[in-house]
């Protein structure tokens, strides 16, 4: 163990990650709040979204629309240390990569990050080898505040597809692990693989109820993928699908309070216009959802573009525009047509 202690591990910053801890010169509009940090090389899973899948072409650095340069851990280290005690950085997210094999690594990792972290920085972890509870616990005992198990596929059939396991079997660990560890274990859901509105937001609020965290984002057509030619979400269904995610997960919506189609399309929300309308006025929902402090710029579309999810807070015709088209075609409480 003092050898592996010892060995310098390799970091993979994103590349808004070095420019917002001033270890790259990118000018960004909007910087991250959290650094996001990967770890390993190329993942042993096969996952047909995933550029670190194995059967990927995208290449090493790159995961999501990201480039992910490789850092020195030392000058990592200080950086983080520094951003974290100014406040510019919020939280540290580790995102693993590689099999069970890499959980010792994983461990160190964390253990020397969360050191280099000024005190109150969270700290979170997305593991995405097989996991047993005892793995979890042992990654939280190394200093994650939180630990997240994706399940990105949101139905049975195309978890088997696109993620190659079984969706029962994920689902379980996820349910003994919020059972463990309350309030420490998240999830990421993706819109626009081919599942409907009904059993994304179903799942979601399933989760809720099991106290996991909860976090959405927008599927990206990633060039070298086995799923480079499938389409971007729609956005008018995206956004209905970000604000009744939003109300499930501030817990304002349950799963018998919402309608849908034969298709699978969301109706009708269970709750009055008004008070959506209100809640929702500055935008919120539409901004980046996952863990706290989680912003993840541009992960999902190019700049200049409209924005799936918004890394910062949206302008008034941004945050007027994105909830006219969340609630163009939907009824709500009291309302004629509605349930």
């Given at each position: 163990?003092?050898?592996?202690?010892?060995?310098?591990?390799?970091?993979?910053?994103?590349?808004?990650?070095?420019?917002?801890?001033?270890?790259?010169?990118?000018?960004?509009?909007?910087?991250?709040?959290?650094?996001?940090?990967?770890?390993?090389?190329?993942?042993?899973?096969?996952?047909?979204?995933?550029?670190?899948?194995?059967?990927?072409?995208?290449?090493?650095?790159?995961?999501?629309?990201?480039?992910?340069?490789?850092?020195?851990?030392?000058?990592?280290?200080?950086?983080?240390?520094?951003?974290?005690?100014?406040?510019?950085?919020?939280?540290?997210?580790?995102?693993?990569?590689?099999?069970?094999?890499?959980?010792?690594?994983?461990?160190?990792?964390?253990?020397?990050?969360?050191?280099?972290?000024?005190?109150?920085?969270?700290?979170?972890?997305?593991?995405?080898?097989?996991?047993?509870?005892?793995?979890?616990?042992?990654?939280?005992?190394?200093?994650?505040?939180?630990?997240?198990?994706?399940?990105?596929?949101?139905?049975?059939?195309?978890?088997?597809?696109?993620?190659?396991?079984?969706?029962?079997?994920?689902?379980?660990?996820?349910?003994?692990?919020?059972?463990?560890?309350?309030g420490r274990i998240s999830t990421h859901l993706i819109a626009g693989m081919g599942e409907t509105e009904e059993e994304l937001l179903k799942l979601a609020s399933s989760l809720k109820e099991e106290g996991?965290?909860?976090?959405?984002?927008?599927?990206?057509?990633?060039?070298?993928?086995?799923?480079?030619?499938?389409?971007?979400?729609?956005?008018?269904?995206?956004?209905?699908?970000?604000?009744?995610?939003?109300?499930?997960?501030?817990?304002?919506?349950?799963?018998?309070?919402?309608?849908?189609?034969?298709?699978?399309?969301?109706?009708?929300?269970?709750?009055?216009?008004?008070?959506?309308?209100?809640?929702?006025?500055?935008?919120?929902?539409?901004?980046?959802?996952?863990?706290?402090?989680?912003?993840?710029?541009?992960?999902?579309?190019?700049?200049?573009?409209?924005?799936?999810?918004?890394?910062?807070?949206?302008?008034?015709?941004?945050?007027?525009?994105?909830?006219?088209e969340a609630t163009a075609r939907l009824r709500f409480a009291g309302e004629e047509g509605g349930r």
């Open positions: 163990m003092a050898g592996d202690m010892a060995e310098k591990l390799r970091f993979r910053p994103s590349a808004g990650t070095m420019a917002a801890l001033g270890l790259k010169d990118i000018k960004s509009d909007a910087p991250p709040t959290t650094a996001y940090i990967m770890l390993g090389e190329k993942c042993v899973r096969d996952c047909s979204f995933c550029a670190q899948a194995v059967h990927s072409t995208s290449g090493a650095g790159r995961l999501s629309r990201v480039t992910w340069p490789e850092a020195g851990e030392d000058e990592l280290l200080a950086a983080i240390k520094k951003a974290t005690a100014e406040g510019s950085i919020r939280r540290v997210c580790v995102q693993t990569v590689g099999g069970r094999g890499a959980l010792e690594t994983v461990c160190i990792a964390v253990s020397r990050l969360r050191a280099a972290c000024h005190t109150g920085t969270a700290f979170s972890v997305s593991f995405s080898a097989t996991a047993g509870l005892d793995d979890i616990g042992r990654i939280l005992d190394s200093g994650a505040d939180r630990v997240a198990l994706a399940i990105d596929a949101c139905n049975p059939k195309l978890h088997r597809r696109i993620k190659k396991a079984d969706m029962a079997a994920s689902r379980a660990l996820i349910t003994n692990a919020a059972k463990a560890f309350p996991v965290g909860l976090g959405l984002f927008a599927f990206t057509p990633l060039r070298g993928t086995a799923m480079e030619g499938h389409p971007a979400p729609d956005m008018a269904s995206y956004r209905r699908v970000q604000l009744a995610f939003w109300l499930i997960k501030k817990g304002l919506l349950e799963e018998g309070a919402m309608g849908f189609d034969g298709s699978g399309r969301l109706l009708y929300v269970g709750l009055p216009r008004a008070e959506v309308e209100g809640l929702a006025f500055d935008g919120e929902p539409f901004r980046t959802s996952g863990c706290e402090w989680c912003n993840r710029p541009y992960y999902n579309e190019r700049p200049g573009t409209e924005l799936y999810n918004y890394p910062a807070p949206l302008s008034r015709d941004e945050a007027a525009r994105a909830l006219e």
